[in-house]
């Protein structure tokens, strides 16, 4: 793994097929008072072969809740469940920290089908 300083290691291919990314369309961003650091609920649609997942986001910096409803977004779908406080969840959100650390969302343009496989 890399220490954000240079380049990460090299891996084969196969294990980069292994994380299923998908693309979901936030349906509901609720707050998460009981995190430790800010952050929020969400219900993510991932279309009809995944359904509708939840993730905790700690993305409250850049982006207010009524923002976050109806954007499609990027996620590992693959991963094992998290506790995350009183709250299961179960995708994580891929994003980027902006030069403050903040995180900024993946994201697609022009929208494409939910449940989409990134390739």
Known sequence: MSDGTG???TIPFDDFVKVDIRIGTVIACDAFPEARKPAY???IDF???IGIKKSSAQITTLYQRAEVIGRQVAAVV????RQIGP???EVLVL???TANGEVSMISVEPPVP???RMF
Request: aromatic share 14%.
């Open 47 to 49: 279309g009809p072969e």
């Open 78 to 81: 693959n991963f094992a469940p």
């Open 95 to 97: 994003g980027f920290p």
């Open 87 to 89: 709250f299961m969840s």
């Open 7 to 9: 380049s990460s290691e």
């Open 114 to 116: 939910n449940g989409g």
């Open 41 to 43: 609920k969400l219900r």
